[in-house]
């Protein structure tokens, strides 16, 4: 079963990674997460979405920087403190994962769709119930809609 689901993953991480080029600039995954992250929290300071990505402030830093030279990053003051600044998506950003979750499911409903009626049923029910068993075997940044229809 292990080496299956294995399979599986690694021909879904390809077909993700051909749903990346909707953009001139490709994005990497540490990139794409903060995406998502700041899709959920919207108006992050940079030591909160740290906290969610779990990783040090030069690198979030260093990933907002990129992020917003490519346009899918907007930074503002905070309305609550002047020392903090605010990070949102921009219209680019939510326009580029809108895209990329639409060339994502298309990949899918085109392998999905070869499957008999009585598989794609099946097959739902095995991933709701690994998709809910695994944040309680993992703690798991992404907690579903909207979001985190993750990377």
């Known amino acids: 079963m292990l080496l299956v689901l294995t399979q599986v993953v690694e021909q879904v991480e390809v077909m993700w990674e ?3 080029d909707v953009s001139p600039a490709p994005l990497s995954v540490s990139q794409l997460r903060v995406l998502f992250v700041l ?7 940079l030591r909160a979405l740290g906290e969610a990505l779990d ?5 979030v830093s260093r ?3 990129r992020l917003q030279a490519v346009g899918f990053l907007e930074r503002g003051l905070s309305a609550t403190s002047r020392r903090e600044v605010e990070l949102t998506l921009s219209e ?4 580029y994962l809108a895209e ?10 085109d392998v999905v769709g ?3 009626a009585a598989a794609r049923s099946t097959l739902v029910t095995g991933l709701r119930q690994l998709r809910d068993a695994a944040p309680v075997v993992h703690r798991l940044d992404d907690d579903g809609e909207p979001g985190t229809q993750s990377a």
């Open 18 to 20: 051909r749903s990346k």
């Open 39 to 45: 899709e959920r929290s919207e108006g992050a300071n």
């Open 55 to 59: 990783a040090a402030p030069s690198s």
């Open 63 to 65: 990933l907002c920087d």
């Open 92 to 95: 680019r950003g939510r326009a």
């Open 100 to 109: 990329l979750r639409e060339r994502r499911r298309e990949h899918l409903r």
């Open 114 to 116: 070869t499957l008999p």
